[in-house]
């Protein structure tokens, strides 16, 4: 049986779904201006494990504004290069993900969601938890969610709605309709791990990158910690990658031609790790990104697929902004949704379409991109002087730091 119940206390209310780096930025967020704030999260526990993550100026500043930063363990590398390598084992010097215009600093993906959990402060949170009914009301949205665990329901009010659930939304498509209507598949597939120890004749904190035509093998190194690795690789028939094991998978993908030493011991490495992401590379397209009083944030809203960079760091900044917006409009939600989407829209549009050309440096989608690809990570590793441009930084756009201040 459902349960309804009416939030107490004077302050106004927020539900955020989703307990990611979107998600508990916006919690911090809107706590800073004064919302009484629970999420709710589908797992029974708090996600663990972490792979590579860039963030860039925009994500720094937001971290900074949120309170953050001095609990994110950064990992940049102090003396970082990068490997063009190939499976036979030849080398050569190029220009890696940390080397782009932009300067982004290293961490894992868990240091940022445990420097957002150390400082949630009181808010509620429910794991085991999804919403099943979102329903405007005046001034407000009634939400039913359920435990995972027992079944049991209940539907409350609050004033507010974050959804910040992922590429595959359960608040944007209980509000703004299915998938498929928003969800632009990019036709790849990827996976992401911490190995346990580096490329054998590698220094740990040297990247590598081994591209063929419709697949590649990227390893992102650490100051103080073994590298990630994250295989990405072309496919049109996106459901059968996940009708086998995923190991499985990746060595058929990477046949048949003999893996090498370099191949061989990431699989290796895959076979014992604890904790991967295995998923569809995918974007996120909507006109808007609010609805009454629901709104999506993070990936959710804008998802601009791993190969931007920016993932990050935008859910970082567009949880500290939608914070800082409604504590300015605070007798108008509307106008600071309004606000808020109208300050963001135009960069993830830019960075969504730069993460199109990106996708050929990550993976190049055919013997063409290939040999172009190539040629660049030569010019790479030729970078001498300061006035000469990154090879790279062709395909890569500058305005990364940019300052989502109110």
Not at 150 to 165: K, Q
Request: hydrophobic share 40%; charged share 25%.
């Amino acid at each position: 049986m459902a349960g309804t119940g009416e939030r107490m206390g004077t302050g106004r209310s927020a539900l955020v779904v989703g307990l990611g780096i979107a998600g508990m930025a916006t919690a911090i967020g809107l706590r800073k201006a004064g919302w009484q704030v629970t999420v709710v999260e589908r797992a029974p526990q708090r996600r663990l494990g972490g792979y590579f993550v860039g963030l860039f100026g925009t994500g720094l500043s937001a971290a900074r504004r949120l309170g953050v930063m001095d609990a994110v363990h950064m990992r940049t590398p102090k003396k970082a290069r990068t490997w063009a390598v190939t499976r036979g084992g030849d080398r050569t010097r190029t220009n890696g993900f940390l080397e782009q215009p932009g300067e982004p600093q290293g961490v894992l993906r868990g240091d940022v969601e445990s420097a957002l959990f150390e400082n949630l402060g009181d808010v509620e949170v429910r794991y085991a938890t999804v919403p099943t009914s979102i329903v405007d009301v005046d001034r407000g949205v009634i939400v039913t969610t359920r435990g995972s665990a027992t079944g049991a329901e209940r539907s409350e009010r609050f004033d507010l709605v974050v959804g910040a659930d992922g590429v595959r939304s359960t608040v944007r498509r209980l509000v703004f309709g299915p998938h498929e209507r928003f969800i632009k598949p990019l036709h790849a597939m990827i996976c992401a791990f911490q190995l346990d120890a580096q490329v054998p004749y590698f220094p740990v904190d040297h990247g590598l990158i081994l591209a063929e035509p419709r697949r590649s093998l990227w390893v992102f190194p650490f100051e103080d910690c073994p590298p990630t690795a994250l295989f990405s690789y072309r496919t049109r028939d996106i459901d059968a990658q996940f009708r086998e094991p995923v190991g499985t998978v990746l060595r058929r993908t990477y046949g048949p031609e003999p893996l090498g030493e370099i191949l061989g011991h990431v699989l290796e490495q895959f076979d014992r790790a604890e904790h991967f992401l295995f998923d569809s590379v995918n974007q996120v397209i909507m006109r808007s990104w609010h609805s009454g009083r629901t709104v999506l944030v993070g990936d959710a809203a804008w998802c601009m697929a791993l190969y931007s960079g920016m993932g990050a760091s935008m859910g970082l900044a567009g949880g500290s902004l939608l914070g800082r917006l409604l504590a300015r409009y605070a007798d108008d939600v509307e106008t600071a949704l309004r606000t808020w989407e109208a300050r963001l829209m135009a960069f993830t549009r830019q960075h969504q379409r730069a993460a199109l050309l990106k996708s050929q440096v990550f993976t190049p989608s055919g013997p063409i991109a290939h040999l172009i690809l190539k040629g660049l990570h030569r010019l790479g590793g030729k970078r001498r002087q300061e006035d000469v441009p990154s090879a790279l930084e062709l395909y890569f756009v500058r305005p990364m730091n940019v300052d989502f201040a109110d």
